[in-house]
């Protein structure tokens, strides 16, 4: 079956910590993206990527790294200058085009509850 | 800049009672607009979506008309079920630029009751 998978579910962290967050997809999607949702919000974009080697900043990128070496995985790695980390994190992928015709719609992962204690 | 603004929740409902989650979004030209929903504990799903002005997206008994005039989007559902009890997002994806990145409301908390 193809899909998104973000490992782990649940991760703790002490702070001062970086942290990495998997993500992988067997869609074939070429762009990929990380939110952040807290409770009572709406997701808030962290970065994406719309072809390997390449990435931009979301909305709150700061403390926060990505790569993407790979079109079917782009890892997060929450660094100790987040001030707040604790949060859900979302893993979504996109098929751009294929042929001629666009396509709009994200796929999500099952998403990464981070703790930090 | 874009921005989705959703009716606030919680929203709770009877079993079979009538559904609307409102949305409103402010955007330059014609976004394409979609809904998605979240069960507990995990990530979200496309509900439906809309691509033009006065495009009615349906799936599972729910629908929403894209309304240009009013630059609303509102969710509806004529008798909802324990199942749907969710959060559900509306969002907005610009219709050009390099960006195109979705825009989402804060969500609305659904809880139906049997």
């Known amino acids: 079956d193809g899909g998104i998978t973000q490992s782990p579910k649940y991760l703790f962290r002490k702070e001062g910590q970086n942290v990495t967050l998997s993500c992988e997809q067997n869609l074939n999607h070429d762009a990929m993206y990380w939110y952040r949702q807290d409770p009572g919000q709406g997701l808030r974009l962290i970065y994406y990527s719309q072809i390997v080697n390449d990435f931009q900043k979301g909305d709150i990128a700061e403390g926060y790294s990505v790569s993407r070496e790979k079109k079917e995985s782009f890892p997060l790695t929450v660094t100790s200058a987040q001030k707040n980390p604790t949060a859900f994190y979302l893993c979504?992928?996109?098929?751009?085009?294929?042929?001629?015709?666009?396509?709009?719609?994200?796929?999500f992962g099952p998403g990464t509850r981070l703790t930090v204690l | 800049g874009d921005s989705v603004t959703q009716m606030e929740g919680p929203v709770t409902l009877s079993e079979e009672a009538f559904l609307t989650i409102n949305c409103t979004y402010t955007a330059t030209g014609y976004p394409s607009l979609f809904w998605y929903v979240q069960y507990p504990g995990e990530g979200l799903q496309l509900l439906l979506k809309a691509t033009k002005a006065d495009d009615k997206g349906s799936n599972k008994g729910f629908e929403a008309t894209y309304r240009k005039e009013t630059t609303s989007f509102h969710l509806e559902k004529g008798s909802v079920q324990v199942s749907d009890s969710a959060v559900y997002f509306c969002?907005?994806?610009?219709?050009?630029?390099?960006?195109?990145?979705?825009?989402f409301g804060s969500g609305t908390q659904l809880t139906v009751l049997p």
């Open positions: 979504a992928s996109r098929l751009t085009f294929s042929g001629t015709t666009l396509y709009n719609e994200q796929f």
């Open positions: 969002a907005l994806l610009p219709p050009s630029g390099s960006a195109r990145q979705l825009t």
